[in-house]
């Protein structure tokens, strides 16, 4: 699963740090060179190209590719000034020697790659007046070399056009790269606190539990001795008592740190926690049906650390509180959310009228759901047992 999510990441990274301004130059320059190599090809012209000619071609071409390649290794990192001026000057010495190959002036639109990587990178002014520029030099040429001036014009503005709605695309490509990572370090961090927060709950539970069990045997042991040489049957009782209070700490103090392993083996799944923190209610004499459908892959670590703080959140009130003899656990992973149904067959209780110390668990678990945009339910009535519901969402972003 972890791997899953590794190669998620990284495609979603991918995407994010992509940009459409790359494929799209080298598609035009492809067009162009297929417009270039179906004139030459119909008009018989292979033989006026010297070797000279041809290496001018294939160089020129395959210096604009390499330099469109070599940008998009770069991207989304901002180039500095003199790296710019660099490309843009690798740019027209690629398209002049093309243009001093290129008989038929087939190529003439390739001059549109550097109005399009001028934009990106000093913006609309300098690149419109090097459009302007262009066309002055082109204009009085036309007539004596037969240029179609609207064609040349189309080309060139066609790729402006690009350019602007790329430029806007990647504003907001990068921005959602931003949102992207500060998204996951709040997940991460998220993990991290629920992990910190379960972890608190059991400190307390060892000082409220244990330390109850403890003082309960203190106690016990102290009228032992008060009583040995006045009523040894009251005495043997408190020793027994005491007996009784020692095993309940030591199932308190197993189970306490089987939790705290489980939260630190990240290779056991959900699924294998889940059937652990049965077995320990089995263990105490309440049988629980554990019915689990559907694929954890996908959902994210704090909503799988948070399920797993519900099902032994409510599975330890079934064990103090409910009196139960049984209990019914079904998980349901789907496409778009996981639903824990927990019922009991035990005393049941008033949910408004639980007292603090009770509803402290179930409250702070509420609190955590709902951060993550889930609902809890908890349905109960005297006598009728006790049902909770709790669903998360698979996206927590949405």
């Known amino acids: 699963m972890k791997a899953f999510r590794k190669r998620a990441k990284r495609i979603n990274l991918k995407y ?3 940009s459409l301004r790359y494929p799209v130059a080298v598609i035009f320059l492809l067009i ?30 395959l210096g604009l590719f390499l330099t469109e390649w070599l940008e998009s290794r770069f991207y989304p990192r901002h180039l500095i000034l003199p790296t710019r001026l660099l490309l ?13 190959a290129d008989v038929t002036l087939s190529t003439l639109p390739v001059f549109a790659v550097v109005l399009y990587a001028l934009y990106f990178y000093f913006g609309m002014v300098p690149t419109v007046l090097a459009l302007v520029l262009s066309m002055g030099i082109i204009v009085p040429l036309a007539n004596v070399l037969g240029i179609n001036v609207l064609e040349e014009m189309a080309y060139m503005i066609f790729m402006l056009i690009f350019a602007g709605l790329i430029k806007h695309d990647d504003k907001i490509r990068l921005r959602n790269l931003d949102l992207y990572r500060e998204l996951d370090n709040y997940a991460s961090h998220s993990t991290s606190l629920a992990k910190l927060d379960e972890r608190n709950r059991i400190s307390r539970d060892l000082h409220d539990n244990l330390g109850h069990y403890l003082v309960a045997v203190n106690i016990q042991l102290q009228k032992a001795v008060a009583y040995r040489e006045i009523n040894v049957e009251e005495s043997d009782t408190a020793i027994r008592q005491a007996q009784e209070a020692t095993s309940e700490a030591m199932k308190e103090l197993r189970q306490t740190l089987n939790n705290l392993r489980e939260m630190e083996d990240d290779r056991v799944s959900f699924r294998e926690e889940v059937e652990k923190l049965v ?19 996908g959902y994210s670590d704090m909503v799988l650390v948070t399920l797993r ?22 998980i349901h992973f789907n496409r778009k959310r996981v639903q824990l149904i927990l019922k009991d067959d035990g005393i049941g209780f008033s949910p408004k009228k639980v007292d603090a110390t009770r509803s402290f668990g179930l409250r702070g678990l509420r609190e955590r759901i709902d951060l993550l945009g889930g609902e809890m339910e908890i349905r109960s009535r005297k006598n009728k047992g006790t049902t909770i519901q709790i669903v998360i969402p698979k996206q927590l972003y949405t």
């Open 309 to 330: 703080q519900a099902v032994q959140e409510s599975l330890t009130n079934v064990q103090k509180h409910a009196q139960a003899s049984g209990a019914e656990l079904s």
């Open 32 to 61: 162009l060179l297929i417009l270039l190599a179906e004139k030459i090809l119909s008009q018989g012209l292979i033989e006026i190209f010297t070797v000279y000619d041809w290496a001018l071609l294939g160089g020129g071409f």
């Open 16 to 18: 994010l740090e992509q």
């Open 279 to 297: 077995k320990g209610v089995e263990a105490n004499g309440i049988p629980v049906t554990l019915s689990v459908q559907g694929d954890e892959e």
């Open 88 to 100: 843009v000057g690798v740019r027209i010495i690629c398209v002049a020697g093309i243009y001093q």
